[in-house]
């Protein structure tokens, strides 16, 4: 039998919001710290901390249909690849549909959870344009933890995405290099749909200039539509917060799983405040990679504890 120290059931980095205090031994701002065990009880325990309020506080920093100029967003990870994030603001530019749906999770201190090449793209285009997604009112430090716990314990995925590329590369030589590239050989631009959803078609590149000529104030000429979107890349917001965890080990949620994750929120079945179900507290190993068995509820905390420390069997 696995033997734990008491310490390891003490929190030891609480993040206090307006709706509760999260706490990151439970809610990892790692996707590969969560413990599956723990997500799984936390995603349906928030009735069963002897608080049916607290977890449902959230319901009020909800946002659905949140829409904010482009330039008010920042990124919650580094990786960011300029050829992905200029084929998507060509396919913006020719489908004349600028910004709109990232599909994506915003903080409350306007961190993007997900959506970054489309973010990226509309800053491209358009600085001054307008996306949508939804925002949830706290801290992207204790959000992304939360959103973690979701991927794991709702949605079944153990890890995240692969990550490429850099957002500090969006410098205005990088992008006039990648313009340069995809006018002598043509690409693949990207169309992201009203419900966020993303497809990719190729063109050649004399496609490639046409729809450059297209940027404001090129009125037609592709050379100084490069230069204006060039440009636009100065104006990207590339400060990282000291939190951001590397792209595979963000959350992972789809935009059409979106809504679920937002109706279960509401509801208060996600355990995502102190005081905790008894279950969260006591469902998780120090290792992550140690998975046991949902505790029954009801178990005396004490008791577990000497079960688990090998004091009782």
Same mark, same amino acid.
């Given at each position: ?55 449902? @506080? ?17 990124? @919650? !990870? ?12 060509? +396919? ?10 990232? %599909? @994506? ?14 973010? @990226? ?5 358009? #600085?001054?344009?307008?996306?949508? %997604? ?13 959103? $973690? ?6 949605? %079944?995925?153990? !890890? ?7 957002? $500090? ?37 004399? &496609? ?11 009125? %037609?000429? #592709? ?8 440009? $636009? ?7 990282? #917060? ?25 509801? +208060? ?9 008894? !279950? ?12 046991? &068995? ?20």
């Amino acid at each position: 039998m696995a033997k734990y120290k008491l310490s390891s059931f003490i929190s030891e980095a609480p993040i206090k919001t307006d709706i509760g205090t999260v706490d990151t031994d439970f809610y990892p701002q790692k996707l590969s710290k969560v413990n599956t065990n723990t997500a799984k009880v936390a995603v349906t325990g928030g009735k069963k901390d002897k608080d049916d309020k607290d977890d449902s @506080a959230i319901a009020s920093k909800i946002k659905t249909g949140f829409s904010t100029p482009v330039s008010k967003l920042f990124p @919650a !990870q580094t990786e960011v690849i300029p050829e992905k994030a200029v084929g998507i603001a060509l +396919g913006m530019l020719n489908s004349g549909k600028v910004g709109g749906n990232l %599909g @994506a999770i915003v903080s409350g201190d306007n961190h993007i959870m997900d959506g970054h090449h489309r973010w @990226a793209a509309t800053t491209l285009v358009d #600085p001054n344009a307008s996306v949508e %997604g939804i925002k949830i009112d706290i801290p992207g430090d204790a959000l992304v933890g939360i959103l $973690n716990v979701y991927t794991k314990g709702a949605l %079944g995925r153990t !890890q995240g995405n692969p990550g490429k590329g850099n957002v $500090n590369a969006f410098t205005p030589e990088k992008i006039k290099s990648v313009l340069d590239d995809l006018i002598e050989k043509g690409t693949k631009i990207g169309s992201v749909g009203d419900d966020g959803s993303y497809s990719e078609k190729e063109v050649d590149g004399e &496609e490639v200039k046409k729809i450059l000529g297209k940027m404001k104030g090129a009125n %037609g000429d #592709p050379e100084k539509g490069k230069e204006l979107m060039a440009a $636009n890349a100065a104006k990207l917001n590339k400060k990282i #917060p000291d939190w951001a965890p590397p792209r595979v080990d963000m959350p992972v949620i789809n935009s059409d799983e979106l809504g679920g994750l937002i109706s279960k929120l509401k509801s +208060g079945e996600f355990d995502i405040v102190e005081p905790y179900s008894l !279950q969260v507290r006591v469902g998780r190993s120090k290792d992550a990679d140690k998975e046991e &068995e949902p505790v029954a509820e009801g178990l005396d905390f004490i008791h577990m504890m000497k079960v688990r420390a090998g004091i009782i069997k």
